[in-house]
């Protein structure tokens, strides 16, 4: 089964420092990979997606991620922080019907 | 513009009172599907629906309802609400569903806060 894991339940960064979001993946076939976001009170909106054509996945708002399948990794990151990116960030895998969801890293940003 | 609606957007019930949360998506999609999302455990699958007439359970079925008669639309009903399922609750939808969808993106709604005393 597909699962993923987000390595830090929250982080804390300064605004225009980098940000590394961490996810470990676990498919038992080439998965589909997916950052998605959630704002406070917002719906989620999608960051960046794997589908396998490239290793380093660049996003929306400066955000990439990099796919290493020698470590089932899929970090993402952003070289520096904004405000606005305060948010709730899920790693997701594809799986068979639906999409599976890690439990979420909270991003602080403060000034 | 392409979208998922979803009524209402929050909702404070009883226990036991029958309520029909709605999910519309205005992009010919032909696979829906609902999530719940509770606090430390992401987001969960409830039911999903490949296309008109075609539902199937997800992970966490216990306590809900689903009908797709149209393919724009895709209810959730609970029948008999109690407290552990208050949530937030995530309608979704995509072109394709299983293999086929490859790595098609599922855009969401904007949730709906169901509280149930």
């Known amino acids: 089964a597909q699962s993923v894991t987000q390595l830090d339940s929250h982080v804390s960064v300064s605004e225009g420092t980098p940000v590394l979001l961490r996810c470990n993946y676990s498919?038992?076939?080439?998965?589909?990979l997916f950052w998605y976001v959630q704002h406070p009170n917002k719906g989620l909106q999608l960051l960046l997606k794997?589908?396998?054509?490239?290793?380093l996945v660049k996003g929306i708002n400066g955000f990439e991620a990099e796919f290493k399948k020698s470590e089932t990794s899929f970090h993402l990151t952003k070289p520096s922080a904004h405000m606005s990116d305060a948010a709730e960030y899920f790693c997701?895998?594809?799986?068979?019907?639906?999409?599976?969801f890690g439990t979420g890293t909270r991003l602080l940003v403060s000034p | 513009e392409a979208q998922v609606t979803q009524n209402p957007r929050y909702l404070i019930t009883v226990t036991g009172k029958k309520l029909t949360v709605t999910c519309s998506q205005n992009?010919?999609?032909?696979?829906m599907s609902w999530y719940r999302q509770d606090p430390g455990l992401g987001l969960r699958q409830i039911y999903y629906?490949?296309?008109?007439?075609?539902?199937d359970k997800g992970d966490v079925p216990e306590g809900y309802k689903v009908s797709r008669k149209e393919k724009r639309n895709f209810p959730l009903i609970l029948e008999s609400p109690s407290p552990n399922q208050t949530s937030l609750y995530f309608c979704?939808?995509?072109?394709?569903?299983?293999?086929?969808?490859?790595?098609?993106?599922?855009?969401f709604g904007p949730g709906t806060r169901l509280t149930v005393l």
């Open positions: 979704a939808s995509s072109l394709k569903g299983g293999p086929a969808a490859g790595a098609d993106t599922q855009y």
């Open positions: 498919s038992s076939y080439s998965p589909s």
């Open positions: 794997y589908t396998s054509a490239a290793t």
């Open positions: 997701v895998v594809k799986g068979f019907q639906k999409l599976v």
């Open positions: 992009m010919n999609h032909e696979y």
């Open positions: 629906s490949m296309n008109v007439e075609v539902t």
